[in-house]
């Protein structure tokens, strides 16, 4: 299960968590306090190629649109279809029930890139 502790970070506030292969992304805590009230998720589709960086993903609030980025490169296997009617599950659970879609990673070194949660939190502070 993936927590806030063993998530790996891009600079841009997603997540990611990989399991076999494949990485479980959302957004960080504080990226879904800074987007607030989530009414709308735009995820990619099943099967689209996505490379590390590449907007593949538009969260909608009251206030404003945030794209989302992927963390790392693939093919996307999964999206979070619980979203289409709950998307306010962003907010709630970010680092759980709250994941955005999932990746079949091409290049393991991308996931080892990213920022470990102490790493990430510094960022945030500056």
């Known amino acids: 299960m993936h927590t806030e502790e063993n998530c790996r970070f ?4 997603e997540w990611a ?4 292969g ?3 992304v959302g957004i960080s805590n504080h990226a879904q306090e800074e987007i607030s009230d989530i009414v709308f998720v735009d995820l990619p589709k099943v099967g689209q190629q996505v490379t590390a960086g590449q907007n593949c993903c538009v969260i909608e609030s009251v206030k404003s649109a945030s794209e989302i980025y992927a963390p790392v490169s693939g093919e ?3 999206v ?3 979203l289409e009617g709950d998307p306010a599950l962003v907010n709630r ?4 029930n709250g994941w ?9 070194a991308e996931y080892d890139n990213l920022l470990d949660v102490n790493a990430y939190k510094a960022t ?3």
């Open 124 to 126: 945030l502070a500056k």
């Open 80 to 82: 979070n279809s619980a």
């Open 10 to 13: 891009a600079k841009t506030h």
């Open 100 to 108: 955005l879609f999932k990746i079949k990673m091409t290049n393991a």
């Open 76 to 78: 996307i296997v999964e």
């Open 93 to 96: 659970e970010p680092h759980g």
């Open 17 to 20: 968590y990989a399991e076999n």
């Open 22 to 24: 494949v990485a479980t």
